[in-house]
């Protein structure tokens, strides 16, 4: 009983090991996970945080232009963050406030446009019947004939080395 008063006595001398939260803040840690949230004018839509997120608390409506997010599901996880492909989704180093009733986050934006494919055109060719049915020219110069024989056409067939003239 007597060790018991020894640490009562002690702790009533001594200043407090906790924080008085409402009026004692203190700054918060490097690299801390705060309150998600999102540039709205930069988003384009796609949906990748939505599927990325392990809570689920993430909703993209790309027709719409509306991004919501549950911060009450939400882990704080930052997937969402890190999966974002035009980085406007981010978390402060400030986390929210407690609340009695249940809020979402619901931002309102303007959807892009998708750009429409370009199509190269064709590079313009000859495509007469002429110079399709003309066999591609493209093999090795013929060697010059020996002297006195004439060389043959070059469309000709190559007369055979036994043959008489």
């Given at each position: ?14 200043k ?8 004692d ?12 949230d999102n540039?709205i ?15 689920q608390?993430?909703?993209?409506d790309a ?6 997010c549950?911060?009450?599901?939400c ?6 963050v890190d ?9 402060d180093n400030?986390?929210?406030?407690p609340?009695?009733e249940?809020e ?8 892009k446009?998708?750009?429409?494919p ?11 019947p ?9 093999a ?5 004939a ?5 060389a ?13 003239k």
């Amino acid at each position: 009983m007597f060790t018991m008063t020894k640490n009562v006595v002690r702790n009533l001398l001594t200043k407090s090991a906790t924080r008085l939260y409402p009026f004692d803040v203190r700054e918060p840690f490097e690299g801390y996970r705060g309150r998600l949230d999102n540039r709205i004018e930069e988003c384009i839509f796609c949906k990748t945080c939505q599927v990325k997120c392990p809570s689920q608390c993430i909703t993209v409506d790309a027709k719409a232009g509306t991004w919501d997010c549950d911060p009450f599901a939400c882990v704080y996880c930052a997937i969402c963050v890190d999966h974002c492909p035009v980085h406007c989704l981010f978390m402060d180093n400030t986390h929210r406030k407690p609340s009695a009733e249940r809020e979402t986050i619901h931002l309102q934006g303007t959807p892009k446009k998708k750009k429409a494919p370009v199509t190269k055109a064709a590079p313009a060719t000859d495509a007469s019947p002429a110079a399709e049915a003309a066999p591609a020219q493209d093999a090795a110069p013929a060697s010059p004939a020996p002297e006195g024989e004439a060389a043959p056409a070059p469309d000709a067939p190559e007369a055979p080395a036994d043959a008489e003239k």
